[in-house]
């Protein structure tokens, strides 16, 4: 099968786009001034900025770097980009928009599921609000910038309430999602023929690894996550002691008190972080299913 065998197999209902129609629908609405593709070292991603990159002409891949990750994923989009001689944009939380995760984490506590919407805000959002910045110089303010990721409809979306679809606008920022009705069949058959690189740590971890906020960690998780990079182990088995001295009663992998940080998260808009909820899910139905 090669790649434009992958493109038969999308839908021919008229409600579903094809992943250029989608491109064309935003980039005619909004007229960008620059136009990104999320790389964060997951399969998704890495179908998304493959065919992003191969199919819209400007095109540049961006990865947040929250600070708190397994280095290796971060190499390995590095790496996959110099191999290419794509132009990544490197956004990091700490360095360029001066967030800490461990400073968070002192402060209020490892975040759980309530304290999500936070480490999104201050270690992704505040990223692509600076990449935002950076495209947006020398143009008027009312200019857009568009951004793809990679993600693809499914029923736990739906149960997410994620009904923004193909494109969706926030502010300056234009969210789209090329590959929104591909299925993972489809996402998985472009990945084997498109030749791109594997993040190693993906196929290790089973997630990309780019982000380890913890926020939808669950008992045994860290362990996965120290056989992977001990590294990785090591500074959450320190982090945990200091929060710990600083009067917070769980760790990592536990759950502050009922109410603690933001229960009210779902208002916003969380594009980059899709995938973890969607585990998150699983995991949940797993656990009824298994208690039932």
Request: include cysteine.
């Amino acid at each position: 099968m090669d790649l434009s065998d992958i493109f038969s197999l999308t839908s021919s209902k008229s409600s579903i786009l094809s992943p250029m129609e989608i491109v064309r629908r935003a980039i005619e609405q909004y007229k960008p001034v620059a136009i990104y593709v999320g790389f964060s070292g997951g399969n998704d991603s890495r179908a998304v900025a493959h065919w992003m990159m191969n199919n819209v002409p400007g095109c540049e891949p961006f990865h947040a770097n929250t600070g708190i990750g397994i280095e290796r994923t971060r190499q390995s989009v590095r790496d996959t980009c110099k191999i290419y001689g794509w132009n990544l944009h490197e956004i990091r939380a700490l360095e360029d928009c001066g967030q800490s995760y461990d400073d968070l984490c002192a402060e209020f506590g490892f975040p759980g599921p309530d304290g999500h919407q936070m480490m999104y805000a201050r270690l992704k959002e505040r990223c692509v609000r600076e990449l935002v910045r950076r495209a947006k110089k020398g143009h008027p303010r009312s200019a857009k910038v568009l951004i793809a990721s990679g993600i693809r409809h499914d029923e736990s979306l739906i149960r997410m309430g994620y009904a923004g679809r193909e494109i969706n606008k926030v502010g300056a920022q234009v969210w789209i999602n090329p590959l929104y009705w591909w299925t993972k069949q489809q996402r998985d058959a472009y990945n084997a023929t498109s030749g791109m690189p594997e993040n190693p740590v993906t196929k290790e971890l089973g997630m990309s690894g780019e982000c380890g906020c913890g926020a939808f960690a669950h008992p045994g998780e860290l362990a996965r996550w120290r056989a992977v990079d001990p590294s990785f182990g090591e500074r959450i088995d320190k982090l945990q002691q200091r929060v710990l001295q600083c009067g917070f009663t769980w760790g990592w992998e536990g759950r502050p008190p009922a109410g603690g940080h933001n229960p009210n998260q779902t208002d916003m808009f969380r594009p980059m972080c899709v995938g973890c909820e969607k585990s998150a899910i699983v995991q949940a139905e797993i656990a009824e299913e298994s208690n039932a």
